[in-house]
């Protein structure tokens, strides 16, 4: 087994489960009529694709890890993240910086008469990512080496600590069957091509998707013999389901999982998985309004934090002052903007402005529309008036996209949530130069950040490598295009009797969920 | 008879013409590019590609419009392009579910609604009569979406008689039905009110009829007079009355949909609209308006059946 | 003894009727002078005092961002009102033309009109406006909108029905003898015949207009926050509502209580004034 430095395990700490379970009643995992160890989970996000260089993330990243292959597992020894070779591996180890040597198990076949997974399944699956949309997470690498049949090694361009976490862990992580897919064009959708993995799927499109058993598998078997993974899009929809007893296991919202630490439904358990995300309002700081620093900066004085932490999450979300989530090498402590309405009203008629009027964007979550709300009132308290505009994902995803449209030069102010691994590095890398245009929607770049975004992925010394990402958020902040937020954790409620195994990122891993 | 039938249908067919006509307008008369409205912004320049090239986006408006009219007709009604499925297919395969809400919904209100009515008439301006009244009005009141909520709220959560979301096992027609329950009570409620008034005023003007007063004359049994009478031809309106209003009895199925996280059509609309998913809103709103040409089709043909007078004029 | 004085006389005796005159009254009472009711800003937070149940300060309570929701409620009568009058007043206008067009018209654009009106109709509403902020997004003209263009047929029918009826009055050919053109027929002696029914459907359909209104808030499609109208209230009140269930009956009230008003009130004017409409809806 291997781990990684200490700051992981003060993550782990913070990530650490919450148990909580009512004596009697309520209700546990079961088995059907027919003896068959039955789960229903909940999933909330739409299906689009099931590809790993062109996926959302979210659920089709649990469908993926349930049907398809892959190198290594997370692992939680002593509250450590840490990684083990998979069940499809006979052998995984990193001997130096820039290799990590694999040998694939023989006997692995994939569905529909493709064969046996090999090693040439594992180079087109790696070096595809390079071009698809997640690159960003496989950046490091070079090259993948066929050695024989079954094994090889991934050629890294230089040493890089995060590509366990980012990579080959996470969702981008998962093998695809090169002849299969390259039948059906290099890419693919909700259809899979080929999958080799413990479960079969059978999809009822937008109802739920059924794992069962895969015949062709010859590893080890997960304890439950279906899976009921159903779709329900509201979060309260899927909380009063879990509370009559329809699903046993649910991501719940941040003020449900304050109200059930008080008074939870009876044998249940909550789960938090981990705070990865990072939630800011950004601001795009080549719009005309928002081009005076002084004005952004009185914006960030104008936003009252507490109370939407207070307000719209119910208190469980974690303050931030950085996008680096809490446990992380570079997590920034605090802060020295502050909530000063008086300052705001100085900077912003300093700068000349008066009766400026401004459009906030935000999903349409009822969490971020009451963020949104409290910020409308905290801005208009300095003379800001702003309408709020809720979006669905489709329209939201795309708003600062040059590649989408020309909707990224109106964009002014909005909310955003993004998420990430466990490594400083996967948050840092949406807001370089590069990233303008694309995932860096303020739009702005900096000389310093850039040089210490190298330096950040080489650097090996835990103090040192503390300091370089704290600087960088300092930079973020002082640009003035970022109001810091908060970190929302994902929290899970299941049946006590379950032994769920969750990836800090919020994925469910089937495979190793166990009941007792 | 069939002279009717026929015109009837050509109408149904220029309906569906016409539905099919403003969802094309609606699309193409929205300030900015036809294809980034239509796919939103998930789409890539290469799905981008595809569906201008599908759509024939570089002809002429009108050959534009009968290419997409031909398809529809022929069953082609676009592909998701996000799941590269067919949008017939999403349709179809939700479209059941509606089907099942909206006759089991109506089916519980003609059931409560025709004896209510029937039993104010006998008796009008008694006791009996003004009570039955009040709650006529009083469940007509009530939006459907207020009362799926609350019933929801009160059956499902807090005394937790019923299931709360879905459509149920599928295959388990035990488990459907039950999960039938709450969302048909939601939306016939309103109907029952509406149905129960339309049978009352029909009745008491039938029962003021010559023909009526006529045989009651002639000293047929009162239960004779009604049933065989005064209900059959009462029962007409309501059924016009039925066919017209089922746009409004959709409507309330999507509520009900959306609210009970059933499947069917108003909540495939709901998501792809929230998506900004158009082809399916598209494909999805014209089996909409078919659907609505078949139901009243079927109202108007049901009452030709059954009114001697009509009948007799046709 | 003078018709219009044994009308009144009968509306006043009639106990539905004046019930539905009373919360009609309430209605644009409460909508209008809201200000002045109001006892807080509808729009002022107050995290702390979030989700709350009725209290002397709050009367029902407040809602997630600790906004009164007395205040709100009231304030969204006049979103209703607003839909109501704006919505109602369009559509029964287009609709008496366009009816009247079709009732005194040529048979061809008649048959245009009749096939224009089923068309619409036919369509559900919500389906309509779903369709219609798929490619708007949501906001509160395109809900009015869709309200005027989905009463409109009821009106033009209407409107038709009468026309078609007076058309071959005697006077009316009088008139037409006497070389009077169509506008003229139409405006001034028509058109004060056909209008009573018309306006009897409008107060009859004024609930169903705030309704379609609440149900489109409700999904999220119409009023944009914070705004409060009754829908949105109900769409944030169904939120929360395992930890206050006030919102969604202070919500839910003022729209029931609009519906019975106004329909009471249109149906003891029916009744009174034009039993003929009863066959109607």
Avoid at chain 2, 205 to 223: I, P, Q
Avoid at chain 3, 94 to 107: D, K
């Amino acid at each position: 087994m291997k781990s990684f430095d200490e700051k992981r395990r003060e993550f782990l700490q913070v990530a650490s489960a919450l148990g909580m379970s009512a004596a009697l009643g309520g209700y546990s995992i079961q088995t059907n009529a027919e003896g068959h160890r039955v789960l229903n989970a909940r999933s909330h996000l739409k299906l689009a694709s099931l590809d790993p260089g062109y996926m959302v993330g979210g659920s089709e990243i649990t469908i993926q890890w349930a049907l398809m292959p892959r190198l290594a597992n997370f692992t939680f020894e002593g509250g450590a993240l840490g990684w083990a070779p998979s069940d499809f591996v006979s052998h995984l180890s990193q001997p130096d910086g820039t290799h990590i040597d694999y040998t694939l198990k023989p006997g692995l076949q994939w569905s529909n008469g493709y064969g046996e997974l090999t090693s040439d399944d594992v180079k087109y699956s790696f070096e595809r990512m390079l071009e698809s949309e997640w690159k960003g997470d496989w950046s490091a690498l070079d090259h993948v080496e066929v050695k024989d049949k079954y094994s090889g090694t991934l050629v890294l361009n230089k040493a890089f600590a995060p590509i366990w976490a980012l990579a080959l862990l996470s969702g981008t992580g998962t093998l695809v069957c090169k002849k299969a897919t390259e039948e059906v064009g290099g890419k693919y959708t909700v259809d899979v091509p080929a999958t080799c993995g413990p479960y079969v799927m059978d999809w009822i499109p937008k109802q739920k998707v059924t794992l069962t058993h895969n015949p062709l598998w010859t590893g080890p078997k997960p304890y439950f013999d279906k899976i009921n993974y159903i779709s329900i899009d509201a979060p309260e929809a899927a909380e009063l389901a879990y509370e009559a007893g329809e699903v046993d296991c649910t991501k719940i919202l941040a003020k449900t999982h304050v109200r059930w630490l008080k008074s939870p439904p009876p044998n249940t358990k909550l789960h938090v998985v981990g705070a990865l995300q990072y939630m800011w309002m950004g601001m795009n700081v080549d719009h005309p309004k928002l081009k005076d620093i002084r004005v952004r900066q009185a914006i960030q004085h104008a936003v009252d934090v507490d109370s939407i932490i207070q307000g719209a999450y119910e208190g469980a979300s974690i303050r931030s002052h950085g996008m680096v989530c809490p446990g992380l090498p570079g997590q920034r402590k605090e802060s020295p903007v502050d909530y000063n309405p008086a300052k705001a009203k100085a900077l912003l008629s300093e700068a000349g402005v008066s009766g400026l009027s401004l459009v906030l964007k935000t999903l349409n979550v009822q969490e971020r529309i009451l963020a949104a709300q409290i910020i409308q009132a905290n801005l208009g308290a300095v003379g800001i008036t702003v309408k709020v505009i809720p979006l669905d994902s489709g329209p939201f995803w795309n708003m600062g996209q040059e590649s989408k449209g020309d909707e990224w030069k109106d964009l002014q102010i909005w909310l955003m949530r993004y998420g990430g691994s466990p490594d400083p590095h996967s948050m840092a890398q949406w807001f370089v130069k590069d990233q303008v245009g694309i995932w860096n929607w303020e739009r702005w770049s900096d000389p310093e950040y850039e040089d210490l975004y190298v330096k950040g992925q080489l650097e090996t010394d835990p103090v040192k490598r503390n300091a370089i990402y704290v600087r960088m958020q300092e930079i973020m902040e002082n640009t003035g295009a970022y109001v810091w937020i908060g970190h929302e954790p994902e929290v899970f409620a299941h049946r006590s009797n379950l032994a769920p195994m969750f990836a800090p990122s919020g994925e469910e891993d089937f495979a190793r969920f166990t009941a007792t | 008879m069939l002279a009717y039938l026929i015109k009837r249908l050509l109408l149904g067919v220029v309906i569906v013409f016409a539905a099919l006509l403003t969802v094309f307008c609606l699309l193409h008369l929205m300030p900015g590019d036809p294809v980034s409205i239509a796919l939103g912004t998930r789409a890539t320049p290469e799905i981008q590609a595809q569906y201008a090239e599908k759509m024939h986006l570089n002809d002429p408006l009108i050959v534009q419009f009968l290419i997409f009219a031909g398809q529809a007709l022929t069953g082609d009604l676009g592909r998701d392009v996000f799941s590269n499925r067919a949008v017939s297919v999403m349709v179809f395969e939700q479209l059941p579910y509606t089907v099942i809400l909206a006759l089991s919904s109506i089916t519980w209100a003609i059931l409560v609604g025709i004896p209510l009515g029937c039993l104010s008439a006998i008796r009008p301006n008694s006791w009996l009569d003004r009570i039955l009244g009040l709650i006529s009005v009083g469940t007509i009141a009530i939006p459907s979406f207020l009362v799926s909520i609350w019933a929801l709220l009160l059956f499902a959560i807090t005394l937790r008689w019923l299931p709360v979301i879905g459509a149920g096992e599928i295959g388990d027609p035990l488990d459907q039905a039950t999960h039938l329950i709450l969302p048909s009570f939601a939306v016939g409620l309103g109907w029952v009110g509406y149905i129960a008034r339309l049978v009352r005023a029909s009745m008491l003007e039938v029962m003021n009829e010559n023909y009526v007063r006529a045989a009651w004359a002639f000293g047929l049994k009162s239960n004779t007079v009604i049933y065989r009478y005064a209900l059959k031809v009462a029962v007409l309106p309501t059924i016009t009355m039925i066919g017209i209003g089922f746009g409004h009895l959709l409507s309330g199925t999507v509520f009900a949909e959306i609210i009970f996280a059933r499947p069917g059509i108003g909540k495939l609309i709901f998501d792809m609209v929230m998506s900004r998913n158009f082809p399916v809103v598209q494909g999805a709103v014209m089996v909409t308006a078919a659907m609505y040409v078949i139901t009243t089709l079927v109202a108007d043909l049901m009452v030709a059946w059954l009114d001697p007078r009509v009948r007799e004029s046709l | 003894m003078n018709p219009w004085r044994e009308k009144l006389r009968l509306f006043l005796r009639n106990g539905k009727g004046m019930f539905g005159l009373v919360l009609v009254l309430i209605f644009f009472a409460s909508a209008l002078f809201a200000p002045q009711l109001a006892p807080h800003d509808p729009f002022q937070l107050n995290i702390p005092a979030r989700n709350s149940g009725p209290t002397i300060d709050y009367f029902v309570g407040t809602d997630q961002l600790g906004r009164d929701t007395f205040s709100r409620v009231l304030y969204g009568g006049r979103v209703a009102l607003k839909i109501a009058a704006i919505g109602v007043s369009v559509s029964l206008l287009i609709g008496l033309v366009l009816g009247m067009i079709a009732g005194y018209g040529p048979r061809w654009l008649d048959n245009a009109l009749l096939l224009f009106f089923d068309t619409v109709r036919s369509f559900p509403t919500i389906v309509m406006a779903l369709a219609v902020v798929a490619l708007t997004g949501p906001s509160l003209g395109m809900v009015m909108v869709i309200v005027i263009i989905t009463s409109i047929p009821g009106y033009g029918r209407l409107a038709r029905t009468s026309t078609l009826a007076l058309r071959n009055s005697e006077f009316i050919i009088a008139e037409q003898s006497l070389g009077a053109g169509p506008v003229r027929v139409l405006a001034r002696h028509i058109l004060p015949n056909v209008i009573g029914p018309l306006l009897i459907l409008a107060a009859m359909d004024v609930p169903v207009v705030v309704t379609i209104e609440a149900g489109l808030s409700f999904l999220g499609l119409g009023v944009l926050p914070p705004t409060p109208s009754w829908g949105s209230i109900l769409n944030e009140g169904y939120m929360v509502i395992r930890d206050t269930p006030w919102p969604v009956v202070a919500g839910g009230i003022p729209l029931i209580l609009t519906t019975l008003g106004f329909t009471f009130l249109g149906e003891a004017l029916r009744d009174i004034f034009d039993p003929r409409l009863r066959k109607g809806y």
